[in-house]
């Protein structure tokens, strides 16, 4: 199986400094504290056992995973690096910080007078922890900055609801899971990972908190890119990547935000391309670019996009062809597929 998988891999880097960096919302997440570690230890989960499938054939230098249980001592996390070095995908360096999701604000936020609940959480969440957000990566990781304890109420431009309580506008932090600026060292220096998983933009009442939001996560980089925060901005070569979780042409939610930072002069977006054979007659955007598959159809939630004077030398989504055997063995790990795209970084 994972001879199979790994054949359907992208051709590796042409050279030493050509470097593959992709996303993938792999789905490693479970109903409470510690499962994701058990499930990895027993060495027959499908689910688990698909991911390692999928991380296997996609075969990237450094890899944002999102969806992925988060426990203090990165236990699960260490032990899916584990399994990997055993089918001959070592990644020795791993990184991940306690994500927002799970985390209690001590606030009834969603206002139903019970405290204490996932809706409760800075990030929707059963426990502190699930779903978060980290990196496997074959070159080293160094310095990073961590944004999300950021308040949502002080972005410029802010979409919070109007009406929100005073109490949770001084509470209530932006990043649904994170937003990190994350150095790993290449032999041209630092390139930088601007890493994040938005929060869906559904899920919500006629306040649309979540559709706000989510549209505030994306708006979070390009204000940081354009120095309009407290934090300086993050030093190029860079690479932002993760969910966005909205497509700027189709599905629900506020698209000027995720569309501000695809044209935004700082970045660039190569389109990675795939193909997952369904045909989506009522899709506004090119179907070649989704990157995960719901019953209502495909849309491209998911982004890896270089800084502008990065090199991209090749990119893509890790759809496998029509009728092969891999696309069971993706499905059975998420309906997301991976996202890569390959550069040179500068000296």
Known sequence: MIA???????????????????????GLTREGPGLLAR????????QVEAALQVIAALDADVLLLTAVDYDRGLVALGLLQDRLAQIGRPYPHLFALRPNTGMQAGLDLDGDGRLGEPEDAQGWGRFSGEGGMAILSRLPVGEARDFSAFLWADLPGTLIPPGTAPEVRAALRLSTTGHWDVAVATASGPLHLLAFHATPPVFDGPEDRNGRRNHDEAVFWTRLLDGALPMAPPSAPFVLLGDANLDPAD???????????????????????????????????????????????????????PSAGLHVTASGVLWPPAGDPFAETLARASRHAPVWVEVEPSP
Do not use: C, M
């Open 251 to 305: 599905g629900d939610g506020l698209t000027a935000g995720i569309s501000a930072l695809l044209a935004h002069p700082a970045v660039q977006d190569p389109q990675p391309k795939g193909t997952h054979g369904r045909a989506e007659p009522a899709q506004k955007g090119d179907p070649a670019l989704d990157t995960a598959l719901y019953d209502f159809g495909g849309l491209r939630v998911d982004y890896v996009l």
């Open 39 to 46: 499930d990895i230890l027993k060495g027959d989960d499908p």
């Open 4 to 26: 199979a998988a790994v054949a359907l891999a992208l051709a590796a880097p042409a050279a030493a400094e050509t470097l593959r960096i992709a996303t993938w919302n792999s």
